[in-house]
Nanobody
Framework: QLQVVESGGGLVQPGGSLRLSCAASGFTSNYYAMGWFRQAPGKEREAVAC?????????YADSVKGRFAISRDNAKNNMMYLQMNSLKPEDTAVYYCAARPGPAWSNVCYQRNRDYAYWGQGTQVTVSS
């Protein structure tokens, strides 16, 4: 059974940090393009960060550049992380991880909702004092 599961959300004060984790399982390939998205109340889901299936290409939304970092555990190709630093109240949202199996050589970083077929259930991040 194909599954994508996020974890690591919670409540944090402005200026604080959180690390979100994403585990993909049940895929026949060990290589995935993966993305992090978020949806705040009353807003559309937006792309936050992405990484290609090769791991060689990343991209970030302008609103999080310099504060967020996407990474992959190379020893466990099915694990990906989103390190979030200098958090702001406007970062409050439900964060989703998405996966798309791909070839090991691909440097395409997918940033649209429709590019991904496999989604996690979401994890709440609340930034508030």
């Amino acid at each position: 059974q194909l599954q994508v599961v996020e974890s690591g959300g919670g409540l944090v004060q402005p200026g604080g940090s959180l690390r979100l984790s994403c585990a993909a399982s049940g895929f026949t390939s060990n290589y995935y393009a993966m993305g992090w998205f978020r949806q705040a109340p009353g807003k559309e889901r937006e792309a936050v960060a992405c990484m290609s299936s090769s791991g060689g290409s990343t991209n970030y939304a302008d609103s999080v550049k310099g504060r967020f970092a996407i990474s992959r555990d190379n020893a466990k190709n099915n694990m990906m992380y989103l390190q979030m630093n200098s958090l702001k109240p406007e970062d409050t949202a439900v964060y989703y991880c998405a996966a798309r199996p791909g070839p090991a050589w691909s440097n395409v970083c997918y940033q649209r909702n429709r590019d991904y077929a496999y989604w996690g259930q979401g994890t709440q991040v609340t930034v508030s004092s």
